[in-house]
């Protein structure tokens, strides 16, 4: 059993490193991975991620580099910007962005000046915390202003949108999230954009890879300007992307360089380049639609089992489960979870009365399970062992929580992992 590729230098130059690597590939392989924000990225991804391109440093873009020697490099980054245009239908990106809160920064330093108001979903609602929230720069830098979902619905409150668009007029309006499972209403944030005369951010972190397979609709035509990192349901490596229409091309491109970065990672450019020859390929459309059956069976499975599902279900890649019915928090149910080899994260709930890091909920993805190969007709199995291990937790009974790792690791051991050899 080892990493693919292997680590042959590795092992011989720093063998401690190395034994964490394999250490970490084993676990990746023994665990559903159920975390919405991961995936298993393809073996050629890997291999690009991990070429003599990390050698170079390349300042500024092709064409208009600060360093010689960039023949090669310039031809890397222009095959990425060529293939996020014809995947997105977009008229112009930048693959630089170091990750996905570098690069709405970068939309910030472009749009908006400090002290003046935005406008984005609060964090406990399913926002990220680059849309204004408090801790992050972006609350503390901008006048934020923040709007929710509806508790009876557990989804957008376009009502209240549009309410505070027109008391607060601001420069920017983020639409997307960390923990939203349902379809993004890009047209209704587009037509109150419209009225007060606000730029559209449409965040797709989370459902790049669905809009790229057509399993989500895609914010082109409403959003001028769309960010997204290039991992989660994309697939690629730990990257970003901001995609623009021809209008605010040049000041983006300003913002990323020379305004927050210097020289981009061009290992990461070219493994960008490979993900998305990859989501250009029909294999790439089934696994998209895929992901969403397998969310939709999971939910499903997950409310017949008595589980309060946000909003009551998903049309993505996304699931919010309230443990409060469960008389459990969703900090040690994770906790269990994860023992019993089904990594997740606990996460807070629209109107969540607990704390942050100790929170009501769950939140769980199907992108990477998809990616293994899992479909439809596993997912009531999935969630017989969420629910047994969620009782077990809060009965504290942890041989339970054994016997379940057992059962995953024995169901797994069918599925090939991308970058492993069991």
Same mark, same amino acid.
């Given at each position: 059993?080892?990493?693919?590729?292997?680590?042959?230098?590795?092992?011989?130059?720093?063998?401690? =490193?190395?034994?964490? =690597?394999?250490?970490?590939?084993?676990?990746?392989?023994?665990?559903?991975?159920?975390?919405?924000?991961?995936?298993? *990225?393809?073996?050629?991804?890997?291999?690009?991620?991990?070429? @003599?391109?990390?050698?170079?440093?390349? !300042?500024?873009?092709?064409?208009?580099?600060?360093?010689?020697g960039q023949q090669v490099i310039d031809q890397v980054?222009?095959?990425?910007?060529?293939?996020?245009?014809?995947?997105?239908?977009?008229?112009?990106?930048? /693959?630089?962005?170091?990750?996905?809160?570098?690069?709405?920064?970068?939309?910030?330093?472009?749009?908006?000046?400090?002290?003046?108001?935005?406008?984005?979903?609060?964090?406990?609602?399913?926002?990220?915390?680059?849309?204004?929230?408090?801790?992050?720069?972006?609350? &503390?830098?901008?006048?934020? *202003?923040?709007?929710?979902?509806?508790?009876?619905?557990?989804?957008?409150?376009?009502?209240? *949108?549009?309410?505070?668009?027109?008391?607060?007029?601001?420069?920017?309006?983020?639409?997307?999230?960390?923990?939203?499972?349902?379809?993004?209403?890009?047209?209704?944030?587009?037509?109150?954009?419209?009225?007060?005369?606000?730029?559209?951010?449409?965040?797709?972190?989370?459902?790049?890879?669905?809009?790229?397979?057509?399993?989500?609709?895609?914010? @082109?035509?409403?959003?001028?300007?769309?960010?997204?990192? +290039?991992?989660?349901?994309?697939?690629?490596?730990?990257?970003?992307?901001?995609?623009?229409?021809?209008?605010?091309?040049?000041?983006?491109?300003?913002? @990323?360089?020379?305004?927050?970065?210097?020289?981009?990672?061009?290992?990461?450019?070219?493994?960008?380049?490979?993900?998305?020859?990859?989501?250009?390929?029909?294999?790439?459309?089934?696994?998209?639609?895929? /992901?969403?059956?397998?969310?939709?069976?999971?939910? %499903?499975?997950l409310l017949e089992r008595g589980f309060d599902l946000?909003?009551?279900?998903?049309?993505?890649?996304?699931?919010?489960? %309230?443990? +409060?019915? &469960?008389?459990?928090?969703?900090?040690?149910?994770?906790?269990?979870?994860?023992?019993?080899?089904? !990594?997740?994260?606990?996460?807070?709930?629209?109107?969540?009365?607990? &704390?942050?890091?100790?929170?009501?909920?769950?939140?769980?993805?199907?992108?990477?399970?998809?990616?293994?190969?899992?479909?439809?007709?596993?997912?009531?199995?999935?969630?017989?062992?969420?629910?047994? #291990?969620?009782?077990?937790?809060?009965?504290?009974?942890?041989? @339970?929580?054994?016997?379940?790792?057992?059962? #995953?690791?024995?169901?797994?051991?069918?599925?090939?992992?991308?970058?492993?050899?069991?």
């Amino acid at each position: 059993m080892s990493h693919q590729p292997a680590l042959t230098a590795l092992a011989a130059a720093d063998p401690e =490193v190395a034994g964490l =690597v394999e250490a970490e590939a084993q676990r990746q392989h023994d665990k559903i991975r159920l975390i919405a924000s991961e995936n298993y *990225v393809s073996q050629a991804v890997l291999e690009a991620t991990g070429t @003599v391109l990390t050698n170079k440093y390349s !300042e500024g873009y092709a064409g208009r580099r600060y360093y010689e020697g960039q023949q090669v490099i310039d031809q890397v980054e222009n095959l990425a910007i060529e293939r996020a245009k014809a995947v997105f239908g977009v008229d112009h990106a930048n /693959v630089q962005p170091y990750s996905g809160s570098p690069a709405n920064l970068a939309v910030y330093l472009a749009l908006a000046k400090p002290g003046e108001t935005i406008m984005g979903m609060a964090l406990p609602d399913g926002g990220h915390l680059t849309h204004g929230w408090t801790v992050s720069a972006t609350g &503390k830098w901008f006048d934020a *202003v923040r709007y929710g979902v509806r508790k009876e619905t557990g989804r957008v409150d376009f009502d209240q *949108v549009r309410d505070l668009a027109r008391r607060h007029r601001p420069k920017l309006i983020f639409a997307g999230g960390t923990a939203i499972p349902r379809t993004i209403d890009f047209p209704a944030f587009a037509e109150i954009a419209s009225e007060v005369d606000a730029v559209l951010v449409a965040d797709i972190a989370h459902i790049a890879g669905l809009v790229a397979g057509g399993a989500h609709p895609s914010p @082109v035509g409403h959003a001028p300007i769309i960010t997204t990192t +290039t991992h989660k349901t994309l697939r690629g490596p730990r990257g970003a992307m901001i995609m623009t229409d021809a209008g605010h091309a040049k000041d983006i491109d300003k913002a @990323v360089f020379p305004g927050l970065q210097g020289g981009p990672h061009n290992h990461t450019t070219a493994a960008i380049a490979v993900a998305l020859g990859e989501a250009a390929t029909p294999d790439f459309r089934d696994y998209a639609a895929t /992901v969403v059956a397998n969310a939709k069976a999971l939910a %499903d499975a997950l409310l017949e089992r008595g589980f309060d599902l946000v909003s009551g279900g998903t049309d993505n890649h996304l699931l919010l489960a %309230d443990l +409060t019915s &469960k008389e459990i928090g969703g900090k040690p149910a994770a906790q269990a979870l994860d023992r019993a080899g089904i !990594e997740l994260n606990y996460n807070t709930v629209p109107f969540d009365p607990r &704390k942050p890091f100790d929170p009501s909920g769950i939140r769980i993805g199907t992108a990477a399970l998809t990616t293994r190969g899992l479909r439809p007709e596993h997912q009531p199995q999935i969630a017989a062992w969420i629910d047994r #291990v969620v009782g077990a937790a809060a009965r504290g009974d942890e041989s @339970v929580i054994e016997r379940v790792a057992a059962e #995953v690791r024995e169901l797994l051991a069918g599925f090939p992992m991308p970058g492993y050899t069991a």
